[in-house]
């Protein structure tokens, strides 16, 4: 069975702190590896990974892929409050024509000033 | 403008009882899903639809029934509902996987309670 596993589940920094989030997976037919960003409402989309080493960067937001050891990390430098969220980690597969996402259970991360 | 819209956004209701949650994307994109999220915020799918086909069904149990009017609606019908059911419902939409990346856009959430 498919399935993705993010720690730690929950994490509690202070502003400016440097964070790194870890998502490791054992899926069949591995396609891309996603990175989402869920506060209140509906998850936000941050990066697609589809290749091993070639970092992704989005201001602060960092994330690479390790498709030899299966695992992903998202970092976030210098931390602020806005940034308090669950990260989800979602791995899609390819098979038979669908690609279904498969979601880790999160990382809850907390940024107190 | 909303891409993916769900109507309601609270659903307070009783055991027992049949009800609808309606989405609608403009987004032109040509599969729509429904994820449940629990309370311990655990994501997973349900169906997906695309081009008005159901291609995931993943064990959800009979009692819930997605329908699909046209390629920009997707909605979810439950019947019979049960305590367990109470959790937050989310569709999302992505363009033809085949096409490259199936990064989804996500509605906003029903939050379904059951008492």
């Known amino acids: 069975e498919d399935k993705v596993v993010q720690s730690p589940l929950s994490l509690v920094v202070h502003e400016g702190d440097t964070v790194t989030l870890n998502c490791s997976y054992e899926v069949t037919n591995f396609r891309s590896l996603l990175w989402y960003k869920q506060e209140k409402k509906a998850p936000t989309f941050l990066f697609m990974l589809t290749s091993s080493g070639i970092e992704k960067k989005s201001g602060r937001l960092s994330s690479i892929l390790d498709k030899k050891e299966l695992f992903s990390i998202l970092n976030i430098t210098a931390t602020q409050t806005g940034d308090s969220a669950i990260y989800l980690c979602?791995?899609?597969?390819?098979?038979?024509?669908?690609?279904?996402?498969?979601f880790g259970k999160g990382t809850r991360l907390s940024v107190i000033a | 403008d909303t891409a993916v819209s769900q109507t309601p956004k609270y659903l307070v209701t009783q055991m027992g009882n049949d009800k609808s949650i309606k989405c609608e994307q403009n987004l032109g994109h040509d599969t729509m899903y429904w994820y449940k999220q629990d309370s311990k915020k655990f994501l997973k799918i349900m169906f997906s639809?695309?081009?008005?086909?159901?291609?995931i069904n993943e064990t959800v149990p009979n009692r819930f029934s997605p329908k699909s009017p046209d390629k920009a609606h997707l909605n979810l019908h439950i019947n019979s509902l049960e305590l367990g059911d109470s959790a937050v419902y989310f569709c999302a939409s992505s363009q033809e996987p085949q096409a490259g990346a199936n990064v989804l856009t996500f509605g906003a959430g029903s939050r379904l309670t059951v008492l």
């Open positions: 979602a791995v899609e597969a390819f098979w038979a024509g669908n690609t279904p996402l498969v």
């Open positions: 639809y695309n081009n008005k086909e159901l291609i």
